[in-house]
C-alpha cells in the first residue's frame, strides 16, 4: 500500500512558469492594489474592472506551461498516494498530471454565480458584464477573495491529518489559514519545506527538513529522499 504524501503549494511554484503572484511590486499586482480585484468590496465597486482583471489571468493561463517542479510532482503519483493542497487559482498542477488537486483559492477557469455560490461552470474563455446564471445574476470570478471564507479548508485539514509525509512547496508561509495547515499533521510526520528564501516556521512539532531551492529544482530532491525513506 502506498504511503500517502500531500504537498501544499503556493505561488512560487507558479511564478517559475510565468505567472506573477500577488506578492510582486510591492503588493501590486500587474499594477492593481490586490484590494481592488481581489476583495467583494472592490467587485461591488467596480465589478468591469475585477472582470478584466481575471481575464486577463486566464488568457495568460492558456499561453503557460507546467514546469519541472510540476511535472516531477505528477510523476510522484507512481510511488505515492499524492495529494496537492495548492493555494494556486491555475491548473497547471493537473496539466501536469497531478489526479487529486484541492483548489483552497478557487480557480481560473471556473465562474459562479454571485448570488448562489454552489452553482460553479467551467469557463474557459472571457467573463463579461451580462453574463449570468440560471436565475439571471451576474456570474463572478469563482474565486476566494480577501476575506471570504475558504469552503475547501475543512477537506485540505482531513488531507493533512492523514498524511505519512507532508511537502511545503513554494510559499511564504503568510497567506492563513493555508499556512496553518501544515501543523494539523501528525507530529510524527516529517515535513520538507522548499523554497528558495524560506520563511522561520514556528511551534512545528514535526521533524522539518529545509530544502532551499526552487521548485524545479527540490520537488525532484524531495522525490529522491522520499524513495530513500521507502
Known sequence: MKKKLVVLTGAGISAES????????DGLWEGHDVMEVAS?????????????????RRR??????????????????????LHIVTQNVDNLHEQAGSTKVLHLHGELLKVRSDHHRFEVLNWTSDLNIGDVDTAGNQLR???VWFGEAVPALEEAIEIVETADYLA????????YPAAGLMHYANPNVPVF???????TIYDLKNPLEVIPKNAT??????RQKLLHFR
Not at 168 to 175: A, E, K, P, R, Y
Open 18 to 25: 510565468g505567472i506573477k503572484t500577488f506578492r510582486d511590486a
Open 40 to 56: 467583494y468590496d472592490g467587485w461591488l465597486r467596480n465589478k468591469a474592472l475585477v472582470l478584466d482583471f481575471y481575464n486577463q
Open 141 to 143: 470570478p469563482h474565486i
Open 168 to 175: 511545503v512547496v513554494g510559499t511564504s508561509l503568510q497567506v
Open 217 to 222: 529544482e527540490g520537488v525532484p530532491l524531495l
Open 60 to 81: 495568460q493561463l492558456h499561453e503557460v506551461k507546467p514546469n519541472l517542479g510540476h511535472i516531477a510532482l505528477a510523476e510522484m503519483e507512481n510511488d505515492f498516494e
Open 193 to 199: 519545506y522548499i523554497d528558495p528564501k524560506p520563511a
